[in-house]
């Protein structure tokens, strides 16, 4: 095989990227600031150099090829890679370093941003990138140097930090609770229960442990991310289990309550992780420390 097959060059992939992602040559064209022409004379010519069609073509219309969906997928990381380390050499070369860290998005919301002000006026040679991520994924394939991620340990291959422990609560609003008050397990059962997706067996769960029959159960909505389900029980549509950690803050102004202390066992933790290769790397290290040598309290997360 030709060696230049194996290594095209970075403007027929940026190209091939930018289109594969926007389904759109146009599109494309705009991210990159060239022109549409230019775009198309890119992805040609890697379709000449690795000798198939990456894109199929209908009119002004283009989709994927099942072999241009793969490659797709494949480079997207490494280009993700390459732009992050060629930023934090930029960033160096100014004096700040950056660290790309993975999180779940209602955990950085409620549990992480509160304290980064804090962070950044300790150490405002760090510049810290957030992306959000749900579910499981592969930290280095992502172009990631580290993320917090909930589950229970062993977490095979990567250094893992315990943040704190998911205590799941059952929450309702106070106006919920004037109409239908919640004094015993049994007494859900007038309440619409609401649901995270990653988290659907919950309620099962919780019903199970109580000695609820299944068929009670009256399930609500699904939610995607977990602020939106906050918001909803905040609002009266429903009740929910939720860890105790996102919901403080309407815990302690009363907008939302915990009506009985009868939560939903859970061996999860959340935790930094990150691979054992990236230990010594200076941003990470910096935040590392930071993190763990924070108080879970209010007064710390302000400063």
């Not at 494309?28 to 069609?53: F, G």
């Not at 099942?66 to 997928?73: D, K």
């Not at 004096?95 to 980064?116: C, D, H, K, Q, Y």
């Amino acid at each position: 095989m030709n060696i230049h097959r194996l290594a095209p060059s970075m403007s027929m992939l940026l190209a091939f990227d930018a289109a594969a992602r926007h389904h759109s040559f146009t599109r494309a064209a705009s991210e990159l600031s060239l022109t549409q022409s230019a775009v198309s004379r890119q992805i040609q010519a890697l379709e000449r150099l690795l000798e198939v069609d990456l894109f199929e073509r209908e009119g002004r219309h283009i989709r994927l090829t099942e072999v241009g969906a793969m490659y797709a997928q494949d480079i997207a990381p490494a280009l993700a890679r390459i732009s992050g380390a060629s930023a934090r050499v930029g960033a160096f070369r100014k004096g700040v370093s950056s660290l790309n860290l993975a999180i779940l998005p209602t955990f950085g919301e409620r549990w992480l941003m509160p304290g980064l002000e804090a962070f950044y006026r300790r150490h405002p040679g760090v510049m810290l990138h957030l992306h959000t991520r749900i579910g499981e994924y592969d930290i280095t394939e992502s172009g990631m140097d580290a993320a917090i991620n909930v589950g229970v340990e062993p977490w095979p291959g990567l250094i893992a930090h315990p943040l704190v422990d998911e205590e799941v609560v059952l929450v309702a609003s106070p106006a919920a609770l004037s109409h239908r008050p919640i004094r015993e397990p049994a007494d859900v059962v007038g309440h619409l229960l609401l649901q995270i997706a990653v988290r659907s067996e919950a309620w099962h769960q919780w019903f199970t442990a109580q000695g609820l029959p299944l068929g009670y159960m009256r399930l609500g909505p699904q939610f995607e991310f977990t602020t939106h389900m906050i918001q909803a029980v905040t609002a009266g549509i429903g009740i929910a289990l939720v860890a105790r950690c996102l919901v403080e803050e309407e815990l302690r102004d009363g907008r939302l309550t915990i009506p009985l202390d009868a939560g939903l066992d859970s061996r999860r933790r959340y935790y930094l992780l990150y691979p054992p290769e990236k230990a010594d790397f200076p941003p990470l290290a910096t935040f590392r420390d930071w993190l763990l040598a924070r108080d879970d309290s209010p007064d710390d997360a302000a400063g």
